[in-house]
């Protein structure tokens, strides 16, 4: 039995009268982070986030042609799902990059020319 994505993903309908198509469904994350193991708890480790997929739509401009609407492609990003990833520690990030920053003053101090 075949079901259709849309039901399976909380989603918004997002409207706007000069596009077509009008109704767009537009998905978003329920959760911060990622729902993992057998009982599916949230682990905070990961982070939900949207899946785009980049699409044409057809954008209503001010004139007309022949008594009806003139349209122009337009390209836009719609969120379709969402995909975890992995969240970076931002402590383990910190102290790496003083470190580094140290060992390039140190470097640079070596290279530097003695003025005595």
């Known amino acids: 039995m075949l079901m259709n994505l849309y039901y399976l993903l909380p989603c918004r309908i997002s409207y706007d009268p000069t596009r077509y198509p009008k109704y767009i469904p537009e998905a978003y994350c329920l959760c911060k982070g990622c ?3 057998i009982f599916g708890e949230e682990n905070f480790h990961f982070r939900s986030t949207p899946v785009y997929m980049p699409t044409v739509i057809l ?3 001010s004139s007309c042609a022949g008594g009806r609407y003139v349209y122009t492609e337009d390209y836009v990003t719609i969120p ?3 995909t975890c990833v992995p969240e970076q520690e931002k402590e383990a990030e ?3 990059s003083s ?3 140290q060992e390039m003053k140190l470097l640079v101090n070596q290279n530097k020319p003695s003025s005595e």
């Open 80 to 82: 379709v799902g969402c």
């Open 94 to 96: 910190d102290v790496n």
């Open 59 to 61: 954008r209503r401009t």
């Open 99 to 101: 470190i580094d920053k």
């Open 35 to 37: 729902l993992m193991g």
